[in-house]
Structures are given as C-alpha cells and as structure tokens.
C-alpha cells in the first residue's frame, strides 16, 4: 500500500467516525465567516488526503475533524481569515452532510 492510499485510507476512516486523527499535534483550523469572500483559494490548496474544505450553504467551512492544522491554507487566503481554532467543537451534522453526499475531494 502506497503512502497516499494510507492516508486516504485514514481521511475515510475519519469520515465514518467522525473522530480527529489523536496523533494530529497542530489545531484544526478556523474560518472567519465575517471576513470571508469565498473565494475558494483555500479549497484548492487543501491536500486530498485531509479534505477538510467545504462549501456549505454559502459559506465556506473546515470540518475540524478532517483538518490535519498542516496550515497549507493560511498563505492563500487573500484576506489573512483562517485561524488555528484550540478550542474547536465536533462538526455539525450539516457539515459532515456536505462530504457525504457529495465529496468534492473524493
Ligand atoms: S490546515 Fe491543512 S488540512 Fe486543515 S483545512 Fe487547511 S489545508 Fe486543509
Ligand atoms: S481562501 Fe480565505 S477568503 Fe477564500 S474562501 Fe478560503 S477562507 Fe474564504
């Protein structure tokens, strides 16, 4: 098995269980949707094996639990608005809604 598919692998056990990875040292991240433009940049720059970014109504949402904090998506931000978020909360059932029925990353 490939490094990749490992990973994969883990991105899909995370979306049955809705559990973060334990090993994970870096916070998820957070986006400030009052600042937000959603421009997607950060969707782009989001590794496959994470896929964490997500439209979601017209926001634009990192689940937690999916969010390995690898920080890939601070520097395309053109408006500096995602944040390391310590005192993250479980994803909403909506939120996990969007990967389940139609993931972009997949
Ligand atoms: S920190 Fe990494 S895993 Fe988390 S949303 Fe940004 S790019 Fe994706
Ligand atoms: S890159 Fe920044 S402004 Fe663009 S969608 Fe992501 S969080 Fe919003």
Request: aromatic share 8%; glycine share 2%.
């Amino acid at each position: 098995m490939s490094d990749t598919t490992a990973r994969r692998t883990g991105r899909q056990r995370r979306l049955e269980t809705r559990e973060r990875e334990p090993l994970w040292k870096n916070p998820p991240l957070k986006i400030d949707m009052d600042v937000c433009i959603t421009c997607d940049a950060c969707f782009r720059a989001c590794p496959k094996p994470f896929g964490a970014i997500f439209n979601h109504d017209l926001d634009v949402v990192i689940i937690p639990e999916l969010c390995s904090g690898c920080n890939k998506c601070i520097d395309p931000c053109p408006v500096d608005c995602i944040h390391p978020d310590p005192d993250w909360t479980p994803a909403s059932d909506q939120w996990w809604a969007e990967p389940e029925n139609d993931d972009p990353y997949a």
